[in-house]
């Protein structure tokens, strides 16, 4: 069954067409350049965005596959992020699903945006790449700039969240200590870079939040805090006035002990969810796990205690994409699980999987 899936919930326009678990098209478009100068994403520039863009991607999606515009033969289904993101720009991928479906007479599929990052290290390349089977209970962790969340992945469509932060994301926090540090955004690739150059080592030991809390909850925004109070007294001041301190910081320790107490943080936790759940195989999915350091501190982790780990194959399905929300609706489309009134479909920014 292909599927045409479009997923607009924060600062990527993307329209993907998948057969199951492969992807046969996935165009991403995304929107960084127009949000860097602000430091972070600005609603009403990526719902513009999003309009400007959805038909050109639409167009380029089902132009890869061959498609003959205009009809749709090909396609089954279409599939929609529903939420969680950015209200306004969940509206503009809703719309024109809604607009496809009616137009095309095709059934129209709602997916949490969450589930497609708990899916995408299962997501294939047209090849069939990789060739992973499920084998369920998964112990998953989405890592992203909107969301850090433990879940319990029992079996397709089937989930259970055993944490969240109660506050900022992983990813959010790395962001915001970039834009303070002047880095631009988004600043989880630059503080790795950064980090890297400065051997992965913690220079100044900033908290590791929550972890003697015994639940599997975060909270990132302290951590923030405390490096801000840290920089100040280094930081001239914009009334002209002189720095109180002037220490010599070196931007790289900076920006490698903040991502060390992140990355410790997300590590012990995890540690703590494999041993509360007695779950080995993890799953982690959500931008963050680009990173190639935290990565290999997650495969030590589950080497520690016998188990195993599977991230997203492919950089691209790391970050926000259409073919992971593609693949999930394959599953639904299985079980009839298709939105019964297209007109009645909303949006749910703040939408939880359960
Ligand atoms: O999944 P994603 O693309 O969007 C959301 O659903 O939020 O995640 C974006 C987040 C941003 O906070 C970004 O800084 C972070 O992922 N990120 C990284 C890396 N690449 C992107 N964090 C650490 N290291 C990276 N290489
Ligand atoms: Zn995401």
């Known amino acids: 069954m292909n599927i045409l899936a479009i997923d607009t919930s924060c600062d990527e326009t993307s329209v993907a067409i998948t057969d199951g678990r492969k992807i046969l098209s996935n165009v991403i478009y995304s929107q960084v350049l127009l949000h860097k100068k602000w430091g972070g ?10 309009e400007e863009r959805i038909d050109f991607i639409v167009k380029e999606a089902t132009k890869k596959f061959q498609v003959p515009n205009s009809k749709f033969q090909t396609i089954d289904c279409i ?15 809703i719309k024109k699903a809604k607009e496809l479906a009616k137009k095309y007479n095709k059934k129209l599929i709602s997916v949490n945006h969450l589930e497609g990052h708990l899916y995408s290290p299962f997501v294939q390349n047209s090849r069939g ?10 112990l998953g962790l989405i890592i992203s700039g909107g969301h850090t969340e433990f879940v319990i992945f029992k079996n397709h469509l089937e989930y259970e969240v055993i944490g969240s932060t109660l506050d900022d994301a992983a990813g959010e926090a790395l962001d915001k200590t970039a834009k303070l540090l002047g880095l631009g955004y988004p600043g989880g690739p630059v503080i790795e870079r950064l980090a890297k150059e400065a051997g992965n080592k913690d220079f100044h030991n900033f908290p590791r939040p929550m972890l003697k809390s015994n639940d599997l909850n975060f909270s990132f925004s302290g951590l923030k805090t405390s490096f801000y109070y840290f920089l100040r007294p280094c930081v001239i001041p914009s009334d002209g006035a002189k720095a ?33 759940t007695e779950i080995k195989r993890l799953i982690v999915g959500g931008g963050v796990i680009a990173n190639l350091y935290l990565r290999k501190l997650f495969r030590d982790l589950v080497k520690r205690h016998n188990g195993s780990v599977l991230f997203p194959s492919y950089k691209y ?11 999930i609706a394959g599953f639904k489309a299985e079980k009839g699980l298709f939105v019964k009134n297209i007109d009645g479909l909303d949006r749910i920014p703040r939408f939880n999987i359960s």
């Open 79 to 93: 599939a929609v992020t529903q939420g969680p993101g950015l209200a306004v720009a969940l509206e503009v991928g």
């Open 244 to 276: 109180t301190e002037s220490r010599n910081l070196d931007i790289r320790q900076l920006a490698s002990s903040f991502q060390e107490a992140v990355f410790d943080t997300l590590i012990k936790k995890t540690e703590r969810a494999i041993k509360q």
């Open 41 to 50: 994403v600005v609603p009403s520039i990526a719902k513009r965005a999003h």
């Open 129 to 138: 790449n990789p060739k992973i089977d499920f084998k369920f209970p998964y």
């Open 317 to 327: 399905l790391t970050g926000d994409n259409a073919a992971m929300i593609g693949v």
